[in-house]
């Protein structure tokens, strides 16, 4: 039977085919979340004095980056 989407009950399912497709969403959103993080590092880093990002804002990159 089909109940239509609920977001609670989703996020408090023991299902694992639930559980394994919010790991999957959660990996993906990470994945491109960090990718563009990375992406502004290298950006940054791609020519002597690059002004791209400033001092403060490349450490707040790179600490999240690597967080």
């Known amino acids: 039977m089909y109940h ?13 085919k639930r559980i394994g497709v ?3 969403i959660t990996a993906v959103f990470f994945l491109i979340v960090a990718g563009s993080l990375g992406m502004l590092m290298r950006v940054q880093l791609a020519a002597p ?9 490349y450490d707040q ?3 999240l980056h690597d967080f």
């Not at 989407?5 to 408090?12: A, G, H, I, R, V």
């Not at 004095?49 to 804002?57: A, K, R, V």
């Open 4 to 16: 239509g989407f609920s977001l609670k009950e989703w996020l408090t399912t023991t299902n694992h």
């Open 22 to 24: 919010l790991y999957i």
């Open 49 to 57: 004095n690059e002004n791209f990002l400033d001092p403060f804002q």
């Open 61 to 63: 990159v790179v600490t």
